[in-house]
């Protein structure tokens, strides 16, 4: 089991530009969730899914931001005309399921997001 | 909406001291509180998770709730320089139809050896 994969470690954007981040949940869990992590902030949750499904996107700012997860092996977040404070690591974590909210979250290594 | 605080913002024990570390919550009807640790540049790993007022215990970590104080507390027992990390603790909402994971800010440990 690779755990929660996800891709790329790095990525270094200009002012405006586009970034798409990958995320392979762990085979076999049915949820995938989005965080973000900074120093000021801390982690903040995103968004998440449920069978593909997005299920609550409460976290995600409204504009630039979106979230898709067309098959259940992968997840993209997708960030349009790229701001400096946008510069975070981006977390994706996945659990069997959260039907009792119990399941435990397994979480990648993240995308550290540079936006110049 | 629940708020989550972690105090020390940083702590250094020795090798092998114990080391105990605060979380506090605003909401006590939650019953579903982890334990995360993350090292440099990884991403989170689970400790201990805990859903019900007393102890749980993972390995030399001991995760302790008192929702009557707001309090749980992650002890670390005999503890080494390789779990110097970021340790976050995170509280489950789940209003109906939605889950949410709220961390607080983390405490940075540090083990001197």
């Known amino acids: 089991n690779a755990g929660v994969i996800q891709t790329p470690r790095h990525k270094v954007t200009g002012k405006g530009q586009e970034a798409t981040l990958w995320c392979e949940p762990i085979?076999?869990?049915?949820?995938v969730f989005w965080y973000r992590q900074t120093i000021v902030q801390g982690l903040e949750f995103l968004t998440y899914?449920?069978?593909?499904?997005?299920?609550?996107d409460s976290g995600m700012p409204k504009e630039r931001f979106s979230a898709q997860m067309p098959n259940q092996s992968h997840s993209t977040l997708k960030i349009q005309s790229t701001q400096p404070q946008d510069s975070a690591v981006y977390l994706c974590?996945?659990?069997?399921?959260?039907?009792?909210?119990?399941?435990?979250?397994?979480f990648g290594s993240g995308t550290r997001l540079t936006v110049l | 909406q629940q708020k989550v605080q972690q105090s020390p913002e940083s702590l250094t024990v020795s090798e092998g001291a114990m080391a105990s570390l605060n979380c506090t919550f605003s909401?006590?009807?939650?019953?579903?509180f982890r334990w995360y640790r993350q090292h440099s540049g990884k991403g989170l790993e689970v400790l201990v998770s805990?859903?019900?007022?007393g102890e749980k215990e993972e390995g030399s970590f001991t995760a302790h709730l008192n929702r009557a104080s707001l309090h749980v507390f992650l002890h670390i027992r005999e503890p080494q320089p390789s779990d110097s990390a970021l340790y976050l603790c995170a509280v489950s909402i789940g209003p109906s139809g939605s889950w949410q994971l709220i961390f607080g800010s983390g405490t940075q440990l540090t083990v001197m050896p």
């Open positions: 974590a996945s659990s069997l399921d959260v039907g009792a909210y119990a399941e435990t979250l397994y």
């Open positions: 805990i859903f019900s007022d």
């Open positions: 909401d006590r009807s939650s019953d579903n």
């Open positions: 899914f449920r069978n593909q499904a997005p299920i609550d």
């Open positions: 085979s076999g869990h049915s949820a």
